[in-house]
């Protein structure tokens, strides 16, 4: 007998765990920042996350399993991107419960963005996604304008 004959509630928590789990990594995270700002291929990712392309591609499989992510070949490249704008409301949901339970979140947040002051606002604000400021209140630039670690400022 399976565990969803027997149990249905707990076959239904499993899926709900294996999304969890999926998003339970630091770069896995990571990665869903960059593609918050639209497809990308395995090898820019990697690039931009500092991650070998093997080890970017192994999260990225784990997540689109999960169905955070999803792709699509062109040519001898993978592009990613995400399934929809409720994994933005998720990783939004993510955020405010770390930055309500977390202290260590608000000081990094926070020392972060003594550093972002020194930068043009106006600069930062053009070079980011309006949509995705909206919904994350921090998002990743284009390398040439972004501040260190890849965070723009949302005033």
Partial sequence: MSMSSRNPKLALFAH????????AHAHRL??????????????????????????AS????????????????EGKFVYYRLVDDSILDLLSALRRIAERNVAEVERVIRSYFKIAIAWSRSAARNSCSDHVQERLRFSTCDQKTSLPWGICPVP
């Fill in 16 to 23: 709900f765990a294996a999304v969890a789990k999926s998003l």
């Fill in 30 to 55: 990571e990665l869903l920042e960059q593609l918050a700002q639209g497809e990308r291929n395995v090898e820019v990712l990697a690039d931009r996350t500092g991650l070998s392309i093997a080890n």
């Fill in 58 to 73: 192994q999260h990225l499989q784990q997540m689109r399993r999960a169905g955070l992510v999803a792709s699509g070949r």
